[in-house]
């Protein structure tokens, strides 16, 4: 899973075209690439078909993440791209065959993607003042797909209730770079593997991706807004979610999803990054207990409250939560009362610098928690019993030590 972490996601369709003595040839070099990408935080790429070469580090050190190739490509240098990038390509095509041969990560653009408008229902919306266009069905059988930022120089900015339903093919589908909303069951009972909405997307419905048996992963943007009913409910194979505490701390977003190893905590945008959880059974946190392998914090968070993951029943294994790992940003300063008291089977947090109050209890009954040699030396305020009750190793034999 390509971890995105706040990072805008932002499709750039990218129009070039020059002229030789032998005819038309499109190339991007070192210097095309980094005109196109400088002054954004460019993670998605979409080049358009008629580029056929790609030259030695044109998109070196440029941050991209994934990258459209076009079919009409014949070569690419292979140093062009940075090792972490995947691709997307056309099946059959040269670009697929370098794919292949370099050995990248990549995922193959499936027949039927040509055929695209002749599949995929939508209109304009009539109480949008831009009439920017609704995706409201779709009756193809691909297994991938695309789709558009734009049809005929118009906007999609909306996915409509239920256009994807109980579609039985699709696995895999990247959306609209300017896509703002997703209706209610728009992708209910379908068989999506992964989900990941660009950072355009403030409205996501109850229900959206409800009952997806195959869904395993979900990166949702950190101006995502809080919704009355949850978008994911019933996605059982749900291993790994990235989403903002402003999306966490006001709503459940997912209920009968209890198979969720690791949680990325993004900080939204409202410029609050405090966070209270796990204290609800409709949380994710809650349901997840048992298979909560790690906690993830982004850059940006700088408060962990009080009684955050606080797990009154560490003495009772069966109701402990299972975290193992805990990942702390440098710009964290504050870590709550309690904030992780309990977690029996926690082994590894590394208290970053910068680090200012670290509350009482913070870490204590963790069992499994070897404490740290040294503290931060940033810290102002340390707490009563932090570690208390956390592994300490028995007294070698002879050493005197009770």
Known sequence: MRRFLGAMILALTVLLACASAEGPAVSISRGT????????????????????????????????????????????ADDAFD????????????????????????????????????????EPDPDDEQHRLIITGYTGEASSLILPDQIDGVDIYRIGEGAFQDNGTLRSIRFPARLEAIDNRAFANSQIESVVLPDSVTCLSGYAFADCQALAS???????????????????????????????????????????????????????????VGKNNSYLERQSKRSLKTLDFAEGITVIEANSFLNDDYEYEDDCFAVERIQLPSTLTTIGDAAFSGLNRLTQVDLPEGLTILGNEAFSHCRSLVPPETLPSTLTVIGENVFYDCWQPEPEEGSGEE
């Open 218 to 276: 979900v990166v949702l943007p950190g101006g995502l807004e809080g919704v009355t009913e949850p978008p994911f409910i019933n996605c059982p194979a749900l291993r790994e979610v990235t989403m903002s505490v402003h999306f966490q701390s006001h709503m459940s977003g997912f209920r009968e999803c209890e198979n969720v190893e690791t949680i990325h905590y993004l900080p939204g945008t409202t410029g609050i990054f405090d966070l209270t």
């Open 83 to 122: 090792p972490e990038v995947a691709f997307l390509v056309h099946k059959g095509s040269p670009a697929e065959q370098w794919a292949i041969s370099s050995g990248c990560s990549y995922s193959v653009i499936e027949d039927g993607q040509e055929d695209l408008l002749e599949v995929l229902q939508f």
């Open 33 to 76: 690439a980094a005109s196109l990408t400088a002054g954004a935080d460019v993670r998605e790429l979409v080049i358009p078909e008629g580029v056929v070469r790609i030259e030695a580090e044109a998109f070196a050190g440029t941050g991209l993440e994934l990258v459209t190739l076009p079919s009409s490509l014949e070569s690419v």
